[in-house]
């Protein structure tokens, strides 16, 4: 009994040992929080409760957002958690995770390729996500709810839908998403609500005519052909917005039987003109059918194959001959761009109200006279119209360096000089067909730009809490920052994308570039942060915020914006713009001129932030995206084509957006008024639709030859053709004229 009992006590104690070492080691499943560490770094070190860049336990700390069951993550819900970054590859490593929302925040990049064949619900809704729909959702066959609205993805919806027979809700609205409604889609045997609305999407409705929808919205497409049927019992069914056919696409009929296509073969002597047609006739019998025809209509028959054969002809012809030309044109230098390949649209804003985005253009034409030989000269080129300047060579690579650097193309015939040493080989990111270029390194200067440690700037934000955070665009977030002396900076930290594309040297270099910017109407750059692989730009603070702000979100701001304020706000922007142009050597662009970059500060004077990030900008990731999405890019813009006169262009919207006080974009009103250029073009030379365009905050409280004037200077600049804009040299001098 004695030795019976000091087992049991022994057993005892194992037990509670057991219990005890197991409370030290962590819950969660190995590979889900490998998956958690990476995605912590991907979207850019948040400061979320308990997250950790290596290891932790999130079942058993309770990290913020994350769900379990046992030791598996099987919910991630951040939904308005402030997060940017990206998301990166690192979703589809979790094992048994059943549900992301990740909505209402500002994350950018692509969607992942591949997510957790387990998940069934997903929202990444009101982000700023680029790229297209992924083809992997093919795989996620336990799929139930899909919300990918209001990011600014792009491209065809792919045809992925075979095996998501379980997707009941499907959102895709307000995206740049293109083409037709892929035959999967009839697969979709659960689906009850489907979001399309606000895309660019064509084609016909039938592929949705059988599904068991309760919900659908297809608004403001360019979704064609009559409307099945069955589409019209949806109880909530919207679908303004399309150039629709009026007729209603009636059920298909039935099969017809065999014996109505029989019929006797005419009488001897009988007309068959006389009959109740002229068409063929079919004719059955035991042995098989035959056709009888009229002698005309085999006449006609042969006639019409004729011809076709001679088109047929003449085709192979034609193709033989454009092949031996094209095969003769081999030895001409790739500079040279097709132009037949190229060519758009030549029709009018005004002949453009109904497309959903600003038409593409190809620019092939020569850039307003800024060439390559002036830069390589070391001086400042005047405006030239030389029609043979190679369009490969845009003001656009035309970054700021030192007046020293040569900027030489390497890919020319001409050789550059012998390049000094420490010289950086780099493709020129802003121009996608250029050549690659070279730049000397260079250190920010000492005495004008301050190096912050991240330690100091956590310190100074609150580790970049929520309460500290001002804004985020597409290379970042900003934030407030407090320094001890009570004064004010602003933080714009990087995020992990944008940091990739360029070297430690490289940004070392881009910092030096934005130090030497100096002008009373550019937001100046205080100091930097490089470490820890992040990077940080620091900037004065301008405490009224944004002029896209003060214009649409703020009232107590915009009331104090009057036609004598906005006209000087107009003034210090086209400054701005003057300095970066003409005095600058080599001459800058800004490439992302917006409202939501002219800040204002306490006295409502004007600062162009963002100058200087044009390399950032410009990256193959982000080239089309910025403007485009927002309404305010220049027609050519898409095409890879970025010049001073593009610039100049975006100055006009913003123009437009202090005129008449409403966005450049906005998803809101209807559809031939979303386009803030396209609404108002036909109205700017009609004096009475030019009064009743204005901004109703103005009160009528300005002078109509000044309004006038303002509204040729917005003409001038917002011309579908960058040849025909005026440099922004004469723009500030138009402004001084109203002012």
Known sequence: MEFRRCIQVFLVLVLIQSMESSSVVALTDPLDVA????????????????????????CGENWQGVSCVFANVTALKLSSANLGGQLGDSLQTFGSIIEIDLSNNHIGGNIPTLLPVTVRNVSLSNNQLTGSIPGGLATLSQLMELSLDNNHISGDIPDVFQLLSSLTRLDLSSNNLTGQ????????????????????????????????????????????????????????????????????????????????????????????????????IFVSHKTGKSLITKPLTWIVIGGVSLVLLVILCGLVRCFKVRSDNRAKRNDISAYKLPTENTKYSQSSLEEGLQMEKVPKEAILKPLDGYGAESIRMGMMAKPQRDKKTDVRSTESSMQRKDPEIDMTDTDEVVLPPPPPPFFLGRKDPVNPFGPATTSRLKSPNPSSVKVFTIASLQQYTNSFSEDYFVGAGMLGSVYRANLPDQKLLAVKKLDSETCRL???????????????????????????????????????????????????????????????????????????????????????????????????????????????????????SLAGHLLTAYGSSAPEFESGCYTRQSDVYSFGVVMLELLTGRKAYDRSRPRGEQYLVRWAVPKLHDIDALSRMVDPFLNGAYAMKSLSR?????????????????????????LLQIS
């Open 181 to 280: 409604l892929g035959p999967s889609l009839r697969n979709l045997s659960s689906l009850t609500t489907l979001y399309l609305q606000n895309n660019r999407l064509a084609g016909t409705l039938d592929v949705l005519q059988d599904l068991p929808l309760q919900d659908l919205n297809i608004e403001n497409n360019l979704f064609s052909g009559p409307i099945p049927a069955k589409l019209l019992t949806i109880p909530d069914f919207r679908k303004e917005g399309n150039p629709f056919n009026t007729t209603i696409l009636p059920s298909p009929p039935a099969p017809a039987p065999v014996t109505s296509l029989i019929a006797s073969a005419p009488a001897s002597g009988e007309n068959p003109a006389n009959g109740p047609s002229s068409l063929p």
């Open 502 to 620: 360029q070297s430690d040297k490289e940004f070392l270099e881009l910092v030096s570039n934005i130090s030497e910017i100096r002008h009373a109407n550019i937001v100046e750059l205080v100091g930097y942060c490089a470490e820890h692989e992040q990077r940080l730009l620091v900037y004065k603070y301008c405490r009224n915020g944004t002029l896209h702000d003060a214009l649409h979100t703020d009232d107590e701001t915009h009331k104090k914006l009057s036609w004598s304020v906005r006209i000087r706000v107009a003034l210090g922007a086209a400054r701005a713009l003057e300095y970066l142009h003409e005095v600058c050597q080599p001459p800058m662009v800004h490439h992302n001129f917006k409202s939501a970059n002219l800040l204002l500060d306490e006295k409502l004077e004007v600062h162009v932030s963002d100058c200087g990030l044009a390399p950032l900008i410009t990256s193959p």
């Open 35 to 58: 998956a958690m560490n990476s995605l912590f770094v991907n979207l850019g070190y948040p400061p979320l409760q308990g997250w950790l860049l290596v290891g932790g336990d999130p």
């Open 710 to 734: 303002l509204a040729d200077i917005i003409s001038s600049c917002i011309h579908r053709e960058p040849e025909f804009r005026p440099p922004i040299s004469e723009i500030v001098q138009e």
